[in-house]
């Protein structure tokens, strides 16, 4: 998970985190910020082969070997609800 930390910031993160569910046994989420929705698309087109190999690893660790993804953008005006 070093590396994949390593190249996730290589790739434009400025944070990362990896964090077990504690009601759920097992169950990791890894987490990183960038500056822009832009910035991520450009991430998918900075995969090297070694990137791949290293993201295939880590998806192993998930039993049906495919990890959810999900993409989350700060809400805006959220302090005014």
């Known amino acids: 998970m070093v590396k994949l930390a390593s190249e996730r910031r290589r790739d434009g993160a400025y944070d990362w985190g990896i964090y077990e569910d504690a009601s759920k046994e097992g169950v990791f989420i890894e987490t990183f910020h960038v500056d822009s929705w832009l910035e991520h698309m ?24 495919d990890p959810a ?13």
Do not use: C, K
Request: proline share 3%; glycine share 6%; no cysteine.
């Open 69 to 81: 993804v999900r993409h989350l953008i700060a809400a805006r005006g959220s302090e005014q609800a």
């Open 42 to 65: 450009r991430q998918h087109q900075r995969v090297t082969n070694a990137d791949r190999v290293l993201q295939d690893a880590v998806n192993r660790f998930d039993p049906q070997g």
